[in-house]
């Protein structure tokens, strides 16, 4: 649930209607909810009848969707997994696969899960709660390596500067001393629009999660386990997302014969996998309004082919 909401009201993700609308969910169909979060596009769906298998690969949403397995009475399959890893662990086709990429509302707003500068606490960013934490990152890494993160997954253009800083800091510990040695290394004037740290949180949390290679191997993993007609939706909130999802679907439809940095070539002669793609969902006025983190939201869609599922890098 984000901040500004009471305990006892649930949690409203970005875009939930079109989001669940795009996957069709009806008595008899089988849907995979593969970032189950705090269960909000899963009780939809299950609401319309669907059969939902949901994957989350942070312990605490696993643990707090027990009530809703139990509610649902036989209806949710609550998975404790990575959604790169849906083939494996869901048994048969399924008639939708839903990803809400990036990191939860409810792990921004919890301070020791140190995803956010906007309250203090330990400089974690683990989606997992497993595996070297942001802290190991910036303690550990050489300054080379902490700068190519900040300007590949951050785009953020002063990434050298920022890593000298960085290094300079160390131990750092917490998400208030980062947020500050950011700010000092590029200049903050109080009420400016954005926060200069927000690109190296951003950044920093993507590498240590490995977002952008989770999602790349979902992508497939979704075009394994659809069933023709199947529907993929995928909400993303930033634009190397974007763009990943964007470049997957215009190669599997045939739109382009090109690959991209993180996608290989299309095959010669390979049969499209996806159907034209329609154009890109935005957040609606009306939800801006209630929820300003939707603005930067995107919802693609896509309706799977019977054609068999491509060969993928990772697969070697």
């Not at 649902?72 to 399959?77: E, K, N, R, V």
């Not at 050489?142 to 785009?155: H, S, T």
């Not at 917490?174 to 629009?193: F, S, Y």
């Given at each position: ?10 949690h ?50 696993i643990?707090a ?32 696969v ?27 960013m ?38 000298r800083?960085?290094v ?40 240590i ?22 529907r ?85």
């Open positions: 649930m984000t901040a500004a909401q009471p305990a006892t009201q649930p409203v993700p970005v875009m939930r209607d079109p989001f669940v609308d795009a996957l069709a969910p009806a008595p008899g169909k089988r849907v995979v909810d593969g970032t189950f979060g705090a269960g909000g596009h899963s009780r939809v769906l299950l609401a319309r009848g669907a059969t939902v298998i949901a994957l989350d690969r942070d312990p605490d949403a643990a969707g027990q009530a809703l397995v139990a509610e649902a009475d036989g209806a949710l399959t609550l998975i404790h997994e990575r959604f790169s890893r849906m083939d494996a662990v869901v048994d048969g086709a399924v008639d939708g839903g990803l809400d990429i990036g990191v939860s509302s409810m792990q921004i707003d919890q301070a020791p899960r140190g995803f956010s500068f906007q309250a203090d606490g330990p400089l974690d683990r989606m997992d709660q497993a595996g070297p934490s942001a802290a190991d990152f910036v303690n550990e890494a050489d300054e080379g390596l902490i700068a190519d993160i900040l300007y590949r997954y951050g785009e953020e253009p002063r990434a050298r500067r920022i890593a800083a960085i300079a800091a160390r131990p750092i510990a917490r998400t208030g001393e980062l947020a500050a040695v950011v700010r000092r290394a590029v200049g903050h004037r109080p009420g400016e629009k954005k926060d200069p740290a927000t690109r190296a949180f951003q950044a920093i949390r993507i590498h999660n490995r977002e952008l290679g989770e999602l790349e191997d979902g992508l497939a993993a979704a075009e394994r386990v659809l069933k023709p007609g199947g993929l939706a995928v909400i993303t909130f930033h634009s190397l997302e974007d763009r990943m999802v964007k470049s997957f679907l215009r190669i599997r439809s045939g739109a382009t014969p090109a690959g991209s940095r993180h996608l290989p070539a299309a095959p010669v002669g390979r049969a499209p996998t996806f159907d034209a793609v329609a154009k890109p969902v935005r957040p609606s006025a009306a939800e801006l309004e209630a929820n300003p983190r939707a603005r930067s939201a995107t919802l693609r869609v896509a309706s799977r082919t019977a054609a068999p599922a491509w060969p993928f890098a990772g697969d070697a």
